[in-house]
T-cell receptor
Framework: SQELEQSPQSLIVQEGKNLTINCTSSKTLYGLYWYKQKYGEGLIFLMMLQKGGEEKSHEKITAKLDEKKQQSSLHITASQPSHAGIYLCGAAGGTSYGKLTFGQGTILTVHP | KAGVTQTPRYLIKTRGQQVTLSCSPISGHRSVSWYQQTPGQGLQFLFEYFSETQRNKGNFPGRFSGRQFSNSRSEMNVSTLELGDSALYLC??????????????FGPGTRLTVL
């Protein structure tokens, strides 16, 4: 079965700093999703990457999928307190419809 | 467009009882997936329904079941509740396209506490 490993597990940064979260898959990724979650709430969709080498940006968040399609990174530029939360990567793989396998999450704290 | 809604938002039950959770997908979405989230195991896939048929199932005991109605609304049921079933239950809706090309949108979740 596919496994996703995120690093770091937690991150504390000062407002205005840049940061990167990584997601590594044990198998080829057919679709890689990034979500953000506030504790105890639902997941908010950020971006989906499908093609090797693909890069997408939304506001100050950029996500990339490497050429071999087994690793993705999420980069936040000039972090703000509103960026705080849990970031989760999810993967669609194999022949499974409707199933995403998730990493364990990265807890981001941004100090003003 | 309204997002995914889940009811109830919070639920407290005792061991041995059963519970039914409801999920209304985004209009036009025919696929509903259910997940369980706990601090120890993270987010785990329960099952997925598309056009009233279960297409995929995760590794959960038979006490966990679900169904989908003709309007795409879905329910999941947990019978004979155990303490370990305490979790945040999330549903997600999507168009139900092929793997890797479909985006799942999540509801706010139902927090289930089993005493």
């Amino acid at each position: 079965s596919q496994e996703l490993e995120q690093s770091p597990q937690s991150l504390i940064v000062q407002e205005g700093k840049n940061l990167t979260i990584n997601c590594t898959s044990s198998k080829t990724l057919y679709g890689l999703y990034w979500y953000k979650q506030k504790y105890g709430e639902g997941l908010i969709f950020l971006m989906m990457l499908q093609k090797g080498g693909e890069e997408k940006s939304h506001e100050k968040i950029t996500a990339k999928l490497d050429e071999k399609k087994q690793q993705s990174s999420l980069h936040i530029t000039a972090s703000q307190p509103s960026h705080a939360g849990i970031y989760l990567c999810g993967a669609a793989g194999g022949t499974s419809y409707g199933k995403l396998t998730f990493g364990q999450g990265t807890i981001l704290t941004v100090h003003p | 467009k309204a997002g995914v809604t889940q009811t109830p938002r919070y639920l407290i039950k005792t061991r041995g009882q059963q519970v039914t959770l409801s999920c209304s997908p985004i209009s036009g979405h025919r696929s509903v997936s259910w997940y369980q989230q706990t601090p120890g195991q993270g987010l785990q896939f329960l099952f997925e329904y598309f056009s009233e048929t279960q297409r995929n199932k995760g590794n959960f005991p038979g006490r966990f079941s679900g169904r989908q109605f003709s309007n795409s609304r879905s329910e999941m049921n947990v019978s004979t509740l155990e303490l370990g079933d305490s979790a945040l239950y999330l549903c997600a809706s999507s168009l139900g396209l092929a793997r890797g090309s479909d985006t799942q949108y999540f509801g706010p979740g139902t927090r289930l506490t089993v005493l």
